[in-house]
């Protein structure tokens, strides 16, 4: 961590990193100042560490840094065996370690907590059986995998721009867009591992489809209203999306409440929302139809038409909850 005026470089291009040949710089908010990130000397104990700083920053920089902190770290990159071992849940970076490039593991992290906490919440208070808990380590564990496989892809990627670029400076070569544009691109490119993660676990009910698996090189995010899938997008209202309409509750969005609110249980938390019937197409159903959202924002079940049995609701959120039917 330094002091230093930087503005040449950034006043006009204000970013959150700053990628060069030697490490990466980043600008701290709200303390001010920077970071910068790179392999250390060999030998720290007496490094002249403003030096390295302008080393850093290249030929000719002429940066006096005033480095207020230095912190070594060890880049890891493993996800646990188990994220549940009888009443000890793993999550977080607990459960995994992601390299930092790309940015994925907070995002990983989060949404473990994000899936484990309704599941909790649920057997703590009565609703759902102490089962559920089984599916989070199925639903989670092979998220972790696949974003560790990206993260050390991101990193290899980076470090062979890097390594290239280092080359070109050192011959004398003009920086050339087609090392920088591409890599960044795929780097940047995530929103399908956040966004687009599938879950296949008795928490969903998938009917005769299975969702597609999303494959490691899929990094670009296709809404879809499948079963297992994060329910996109859609306005409910002029000012309200479906995403406003989750929380702490089971959601079921049909186009026909009036229907559906005849099957419900008050074993469950669940709300029944009005979908616009211009949306039914969309999400794979008819005006008779509905979807079934987890309070994480996933779909736990779809319904196309109107189901036959009175009972349907009730034992999905049996079945999701790993609860006994009523």
């Not at 920089?61 to 849940?89: C, K, P, S, T, Y």
């Not at 597609?212 to 499948?226: N, Q």
């Not at 002029?238 to 008050?266: C, K, V, Y």
Request: glycine share 8%.
């Amino acid at each position: 961590m330094f002091d230093a005026d930087l503005s040449r470089w950034c006043a006009h291009q204000p970013a959150g990193v700053y990628f060069t040949p030697h490490g990466s710089f980043a600008p701290l908010y709200p303390e001010g100042g920077w970071a910068w990130f790179g392999a250390t000397p060999e030998h720290t104990t007496d490094a002249d560490w403003p030096d390295v700083v302008a080393r850093a920053l290249g030929p000719g920089a002429d940066v006096a840094a005033e480095v207020l902190r230095v912190q070594h770290w060890v880049m890891n990159a493993f996800v646990a065996e188990r994220f549940l071992h009888g009443r000890i849940l793993l999550a977080g970076d607990a459960a995994h370690a992601l390299p930092t490039i790309g940015g994925l593991g907070m995002n990983t992290g989060l949404a473990d907590v994000h899936n484990l906490c309704w599941k909790l919440a649920g057997v703590l208070r009565g609703w759902a059986e102490p089962g559920l808990l089984e599916t989070y380590e199925r639903e989670r564990h092979p998220v972790a995998h696949r974003t560790l496989r990206q993260a050390v892809a991101n990193t290899k990627l980076m470090v062979h721009v890097l390594t290239r670029r280092r080359a070109q400076l050192a011959t004398g070569e003009s920086k050339s867009s087609e090392t920088e544009l591409p890599w960044a691109e795929w780097y940047f490119a995530q929103l399908g591992l956040v966004l687009g993660v599938t879950y296949h676990s008795p928490a969903v009910l998938t009917g005769n489809s299975t969702p597609p698996e999303l494959s490691d090189g899929d990094t670009d995010y296709v809404p879809t209203a499948e079963p297992g899938h994060r329910m996109p997008h859609f306005w409910l209202t002029p000012d309200r999306s479906t995403l406003d309409a989750f929380g702490e509750w089971f959601t079921l969005l049909t186009p026909d409440p009036t229907h559906w609110t005849q099957h419900t249980d008050a074993r469950w938390p669940l709300r029944i929302e009005p979908l616009p019937k211009e949306h039914a197409d969309l999400c794979g159903i008819t005006p008779q139809g509905a979807l079934l959202i987890r309070p994480d924002g996933h779909i736990g079940a779809r319904w196309q038409d109107r189901p036959s049995a009175d009972g349907t609701l009730r034992h999905a959120l049996a079945s999701i909850t790993c609860s006994a039917p009523s």
